[in-house]
C-alpha cells in the first residue's frame, strides 16, 4: 500500500540504489586490464555496497513505536494512561487502559492519506460521562443475556439488569469502563500493547475470579490484531467482544450507508423485540440480511422487514461460515470515496453488525465532529448472544483450569 511518509522514504531509497552502479563503473572501468586479484577486490567491495545499499533500504521505512501519555483520572483516583502505536507505515492506533479503548485509528485510503476510522474522544472526560461503547473491550460477555439469568453447574446466577430487562455488554460496571494494567510488549512486527484484568468472584453477578488477558497489535501489515485470553478458579460464562464503530471515510465524516458489505455468513439469529436471539439459526437468503454478494449497507435497511424495525436497523450476529476456532474471513467493507477496505478475519463463531442505529447526535467527537444515527458501524466478533440460555448456541462456558482463547484481526 501507498503511504504519504512511506512515498517519501520510498524516494530516499531509490536514490541510495541509484548511486551504486556509479560507484560500480567508476572502478571497474578503469581497471579493466588489471589482475583477476584485483578484480576480486572490486567485485567483493561492490557486493559489500550492495548489501550497506540494502540495510540502508530497509533502514529507510519507518519504525513500529509506542509512546505513553497521561490521560487523566477516574471519580476514584485510579490514574489512566494512553498509548500511541505506530508500525512502520505511519498507521497509528491510540489506546486507552480505561476500558481498553480504542480512542483513534489512523489507516491510509488509496492515495496514501491518513484518516481517523474511529470514532471517539480526546479526552477521559467524555468517556467517563458516558457513550455506546465506543472502542471498547467488552466482558465478561458481549451482548446480552436474557432476563440477566443463566444457570451453570445447577445454580442459577443473577446478572445486573442494565437493558430493560435484560444484561447487556457485561453490566453497569463492564471491563469497558475498568481500568486495565497495561505493559507494552516488544514484538517483530509492529507495536503490542498488553492489557490485563483481574474480574473478581461475584462482579456483576458472574462466577469465579476471571484473569482476562487483552492484547492489541498493530502490525506493520496495517492489521490491529486483537488477542483475548483468560482462566478462572471457578465455571463461568465469558464472550469478549471489542466495540469500535468505523466510518472508513473518517470519523464524522457522514453515514456509513454507502460503505458496501460482504459477510461470509449463510444464517443470522433473530431476535425477539428485545433483542435476544429466538434461537433459530435462519437463512439469509431473500432477506435484507444477505451480504454473501458485496452490497451497501443502506441498501435495504429501510425496509418494512420485521428484524430491521426489531433493531432499528442491522443490530444482529451473523454465524459466520467455516470452522468456529480457525482464522476465517468474516467481513470486508469497502468506501468508494476513499478506497479503503476493511477485513474482520476471526476464530470466533458469530460477528454482531450493528449499524449504529442509536447514535442522535448528542455526542460530539474528536475535532468537534457530531456523531448523528448511522456515522458509525460495528463489526463485534463474538459468541452468539445470550448462548448461556441456548442450548443448540456453541458453548460460551469456560471450566475451571480451561483456557479461553480467540483472536480477531481488523485488516486495513
Ligand atoms: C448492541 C446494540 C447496542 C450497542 C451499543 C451493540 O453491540 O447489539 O443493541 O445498542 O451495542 O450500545
Redesign the pocket.
Known amino acids: 500500500m501507498c503511504r504519504t511518509r512511506g512515498a517519501g522514504e520510498g524516494a530516499r531509497a531509490r536514490s541510495i540504489h541509484l548511486l551504486v552502479p556509479s560507484l560500480f563503473f567508476a572502478h571497474t572501468e578503469g581497471e579493466q586490464n588489471e589482475e583477476p586479484m584485483k578484480l576480486r577486490t572490486n567485485l567483493l567491495l561492490t557486493l559489500l555496497l550492495c548489501a550497506v545499499t540494502l540495510m540502508l533500504t530497509v533502514d529507510a521505512h519507518g519504525q513500529a513505536g509506542m509512546l505513553k501519555d497521561d490521560f487523566g483520572k477516574t471519580p476514584e483516583g485510579q490514574s489512566v494512561d494512553i498509548y500511541t502505536l505506530t508500525n512502520s507505515h505511519g498507521a497509528e492506533v491510540k489506546i486507552t487502559n480505561y476500558g481498553g479503548i480504542v480512542t483513534s485509528l489512523k489507516v491510509p485510503d488509496r492515495t496514501g492519506r491518513l484518516a481517523d476510522v474511529v470514532l471517539g474522544f480526546d479526552n477521559l472526560d467524555a468517556y467517563l460521562k458516558g457513550h455506546?461503547?465506543f472502542g471498547a473491550i467488552i466482558g465478561r460477555y458481549g451482548?446480552r443475556i436474557a432476563k440477566g439469568r443463566f444457570t451453570l453447574d445447577g445454580v442459577e446466577y443473577k446478572l445486573a439488569v442494565n437493558n430493560g430487562a435484560n444484561h447487556l455488554?457485561g453490566g453497569i460496571k463492564g471491563f469497558d469502563k475498568v481500568v486495565w494494567n497495561a505493559r507494552p510488549l516488544k514484538v517483530g512486527n509492529g507495536a503490542a500493547l498488553e492489557l490485563t484484568y483481574l474480574s473478581k468472584d461475584g462482579e456483576e453477578g458472574y462466577p469465579g475470579n476471571l484473569s482476562v488477558k487483552v492484547t492489541y497489535t498493530l502490525t506493520n501489515a496495517n492489521e490491529l490484531k486483537i488477542e483475548y485470553s483468560a482462566t478462572t478458579d471457578k465455571d463461568t460464562v465469558v464472550n469478549l467482544t471489542h466495540?469500535s464503530y468505523f466510518n472508513l471515510a473518517g470519523q464524522g465524516e457522514g453515514d456509513i450507508l454507502k460503505h458496501k458489505l460482504f459477510m461470509n455468513a449463510n444464517r443470522f439469529t433473530p431476535t425477539d423485540e428485545g433483542?435476544i436471539p429466538t434461537g433459530e439459526l435462519r437463512s439469509v437468503r431473500n432477506t435484507p440480511f444477505n451480504f454473501l454478494r458485496m452490497t451497501e449497507i443502506g441498501a435495504r435497511i429501510n425496509e418494512p422487514d420485521q428484524q430491521l424495525q426489531f433493531g432499528k436497523g442491522y443490530?444482529h450476529n451473523f454465524v459466520l461460515n467455516g470452522k468456529i476456532g480457525t482464522m476465517r474471513l468474516g467481513a470486508r467493507v469497502y468506501e468508494a470515496g476513499s478506497g479503503r477496505v476493511m477485513e474482520v478475519w476471526t476464530t470466533e463463531p458469530g460477528m454482531?453488525f450493528?449499524t449504529g442505529n442509536?447514535l442522535d447526535g448528542t455526542l460530539t467527537g474528536i475535532g468537534g465532529r457530531v456523531y448523528q444515527q448511522r456515522y458509525g458501524f460495528?463489526l463485534?466478533t463474538q459468541h452468539y448472544p445470550d448462548s448461556p440460555n441456548q442450548a443448540k448456541f456453541p458453548s460460551t462456558i469456560l471450566k475451571k483450569g480451561g483456557r479461553y482463547h480467540t483472536v480477531t484481526v481488523y485488516k486495513f
Do not use: L
Open positions: 455506546p461503547y451482548n455488554h466495540h433483542s443490530d454482531q450493528y442509536f460495528c463485534e
